[in-house]
């Protein structure tokens, strides 16, 4: 499986940003995708997941200003960012959880909200 993101930049506070997961591969494994990201000096933490069934998860910081939703036909991920705050700021990681064939990461994309 492999991930790729886009969408990720420079935006003031209060913005929107819309970040975009390609995935491909085997993706008929996958489980759960979703996104985590990590400020610096921070450990990475779990943002916004969503299962094959459409099940989502949201970390309480980002609940009712981010949105996760997929695209099957285009086999893709999206994370609707809105009313972005300084504390946003982080590398924002894809991540697929796959049925026997554990975790995959995208590369990372740069998030910046300045105050």
């Known amino acids: 499986v492999e991930l790729v993101e886009s969408g990720g930049g420079l935006v003031q506070a209060g913005g929107s940003l819309r970040l975009s997961c390609v995935a491909s591969g085997r993706i008929f494994r996958i489980t759960t995708i979703g996104w985590y990201r990590q400020a610096p000096g921070k450990q990475r933490e779990l943002v916004a997941t969503i299962t094959s069934g459409d099940d989502t998860n949201y970390a309480g910081s980002v609940k009712c200003r981010f949105t996760i939703s997929r695209d099957n036909a285009k086999d893709t991920v999206y994370l609707q960012m809105n009313s972005l705050k300084p504390e946003d700021t982080a590398v924002y990681y894809c991540?697929?959880?796959?049925?026997?064939?554990?975790?995959?990461w995208g590369q990372g994309t740069q998030v910046t909200v300045s105050s």
């Open positions: 991540t697929a959880d796959t049925s026997g064939r554990g975790r995959y």
